[in-house]
């Protein structure tokens, strides 16, 4: 057995194992292999694989390819088991930034299975390769210990600058998010959840799968596509979403007929939480779904570097268009530019100290110690405001380079630095123009070079090759010149009250 130190293993293990499922994959075959049991037998086989006769991993980063799916959660649990860092890579992301994740975490293995063999044969570099659809043997000997300070997982996020940065969060800190929330949503052994978010974020990996696995429950994976979520509620009892998720399930709602509506709603009836996060939830499309199917959505905030820091309540009232109050063990300053506190109602950043904050940002000490203030509160770059009844409210961030776009935290300069290689754009600044869908519509100014011609299309076309779907520029400005000020830089504001 896991000696567990790691609070994060020895929550895992302790669960009833022969009989209940953790994962259901995308396929909806339910049965043996998806038992805690089975997940944890195969995971621990595949740990020893990768420890090779070494006691632990010792926090050596494996970074890991696959579907949503049972392979994927043995892969995670296998890494863990072994001492190692997990580094989740995503199947929509390009072969340059499959290559940055690998190079900036330098992973001593890596793990995937038949559908993925080929995308990752080219970013080797002589490392191992594991296949998490082989049958590994089983365990043999001592297995690693794990302390809650060991490092568990890192999660890539995008910065104010250039590439994203490769958050790295403890044991000990993956098991403060998990009992806050396990406390705050009241999580049950019971739970069917039905997840539908993508595996290299916090939300899908973190608030959502481990979530459920920290209670014991299970989790049913499915592409996302509004019809089949509809369909899938009747057998669920949580559902996670980002906004533009529920935006689609309710643009699916207004066009089914009757009779599909009404079995729709019954399904939606009978789940005890719906939550959404990572990006606002308009207050009219809160109440457009309560008013559709009696289902008030439990809207939270958190950051990948922190967690999860603000929550509306499981009971007591949900407030449109709010984020409710701290967490359990977290605590939320809204402060001016010095780091003192604002008046109640005013305006100010969130500052947060939490048990959940990351360890750092992977490789880059001087970015990390950037992170906090002398107080040790790290700043989140959002602003929002606190009410008198300890209420928070966000009301946007604080740099214009960082857009959100179906809940993904976008880099304009990432996606800038990608769009000038094209040889048409002689300068570019991308903003994000909002949009009721997406949040921010990504948007692509260019000043293009003499004699050149770029359409929308051609531009997504060859931009698809280098960056993930999910930031090509949805909408593109051809100007003559980008509006500067005397030091050179580019007024975004400008720009975007020009466009929007
Ligand atoms: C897909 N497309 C997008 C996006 N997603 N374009 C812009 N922004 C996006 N986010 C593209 C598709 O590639 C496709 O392009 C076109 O839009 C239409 O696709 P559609 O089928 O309508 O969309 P989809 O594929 O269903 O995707 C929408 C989605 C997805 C399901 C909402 O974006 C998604 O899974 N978002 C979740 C992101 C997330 O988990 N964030 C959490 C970060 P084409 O037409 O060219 O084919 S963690 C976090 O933020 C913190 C910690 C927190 O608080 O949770
Ligand atoms: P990420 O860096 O991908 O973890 O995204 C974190 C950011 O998402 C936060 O800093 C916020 O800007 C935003 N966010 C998360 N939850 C919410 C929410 N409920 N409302 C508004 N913004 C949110």
Same mark, same amino acid.
């Given at each position: 057995m896991v000696t567990a130190a790691s609070p994060l293993l020895a929550r895992l293990l302790a669960h009833p194992i022969a009989t209940d499922v953790a994962v259901i994959g995308q396929d909806g075959v339910t049965g043996g292999a998806g038992t805690y049991g089975a997940i944890f037998a195969r995971a621990r086989g595949l740990s020893f694989v990768l420890r090779a006769g070494r006691p632990s991993l010792m926090g050596a980063r494996v970074a890991f390819l696959a579907s949503p799916g049972r392979p994927w959660v043995d892969s995670l649990l296998a890494i863990l088991l072994a001492g190692g860092c997990?580094?989740?890579?995503?199947?929509?992301?390009?072969?340059?930034?499959?290559?940055h994740a690998i190079a900036a975490t330098d992973p001593v293995a890596l793990i995937t299975t038949r559908e993925f063999e080929a995308r990752l044969a080219p970013h080797l570099a002589g490392r191992k390769l594991w296949m998490a659809d082989d049958r590994h043997l089983p365990p043999h000997g001592r297995e690693a210990d794990v302390a809650a300070t060991d490092d568990a997982l890192i999660l890539f996020t995008s910065g104010t600058t250039g590439q994203p940065k490769g958050v790295v969060h403890t044991h000990g800190g993956l098991a403060a998010t998990l009992a806050a929330l396990d406390e705050a949503w009241r999580w049950r052994r019971g739970d069917r959840l039905l997840h539908v978010l993508p595996l290299h974020h916090t939300h899908g990996v973190v608030v959502a799968l481990l979530g459920a696995m920290w209670a014991g429950a299970t989790a049913r994976f499915a592409p996302f596509d509004a019809k089949e979520v509809w369909d899938l509620l009747g057998e669920s009892s949580v559902l996670m979403a980002v906004p533009t998720m529920h935006f689609k399930l309710m643009e699916a709602y207004r066009a089914a007929d009757d009779a599909t509506r009404a079995r729709w709603v019954e399904g939606a009836r009978q789940l +005890?939480?719906?939550?959404?996060?990572? !990006? &606002?939830?308009? /207050?009219?499309?809160?109440?457009?779904?309560?008013?559709? @199917? $009696?289902?008030?959505?439990?809207?939270?905030?958190?950051?990948?570097?922190?967690?999860?820091?603000?929550?509306?309540?499981?009971?007591?009232?949900?407030?449109?268009?709010?984020?409710?109050?701290?967490?359990?063990?977290?605590?939320?300053?809204?402060?001016?530019?010095?780091?003192?506190?604002?008046?109640?109602?005013?305006?100010?950043?969130?500052?947060?100290?939490?048990?959940?904050?990351? +360890?750092?940002?992977?490789?880059?000490? !001087? &970015?990390?110690? /950037?992170?906090?203030?002398?107080?040790?509160?790290?700043? @989140? $770059?959002?602003?929002?405001?606190?009410?008198?009844?300890?209420?928070?409210?966000?009301?946007?961030?604080?740099?214009?380079?960082?857009?959100?776009?179906?809940?993904?935290?976008?880099?304009?300069?990432?996606?800038?630095?990608?769009?000038?290689?094209?040889?048409?754009?002689?300068?570019?600044?991308?903003?994000?123009?909002?949009?009721?869908?997406?949040?921010?519509?990504?948007?692509?100014?260019?000043?293009?070079?003499?004699?050149? !011609?770029?359409?929308?299309?051609?531009?997504?076309?060859?931009?698809?090759?280098?960056?993930?779907?999910?930031?090509?520029?949805?909408?593109?400005?051809?100007?003559a010149e980008l509006p500067r000020n005397p030091m050179g830089k580019v007024q975004k504001q400008a720009l975007k009250a020009r466009f929007a």
């Open positions: 997990a580094v989740p890579l995503s199947p929509l992301h390009t072969a340059p930034e499959l290559a +005890r939480l719906i939550t959404s996060g990572s !990006a &606002a939830l308009p /207050a009219s499309l809160l109440e457009e779904i309560a008013a559709a @199917t $009696g289902q008030t959505i439990l809207e939270r905030y958190g950051m990948t570097e922190i967690g999860m820091a603000l929550s509306n309540p499981y009971e007591g009232p949900r407030v449109p268009g709010a984020v409710g109050a701290p967490l359990p063990g977290v605590e939320v300053d809204v402060c001016d530019e010095s780091g003192a506190p604002v008046a109640t109602g005013e305006p100010g950043e969130l500052r947060v100290r939490s048990p959940q904050m990351f +360890r750092a940002y992977f490789g880059d000490e !001087a &970015a990390t110690a /950037a992170a906090f203030d002398a107080q040790g509160r790290f700043l @989140t $770059g959002d602003t929002g405001t606190r009410d008198a009844q300890g209420v928070f409210r966000l009301l946007g961030r604080t740099s214009s380079d960082i857009l959100k776009s179906g809940g993904y935290k976008l880099s304009a300069l990432e996606i800038e630095a990608t769009l000038l290689q094209h040889p048409a754009i002689a300068e570019v600044a991308v903003i994000g123009l909002p949009d009721e869908q997406w949040g921010d519509r990504v948007t692509a100014c260019v000043v293009l070079r003499a004699e050149q !011609a770029l359409s929308l299309d051609a531009l997504r076309g060859w931009a698809k090759e280098r960056l993930a779907p999910y930031k090509l520029p949805r909408a593109l400005e051809v100007l």
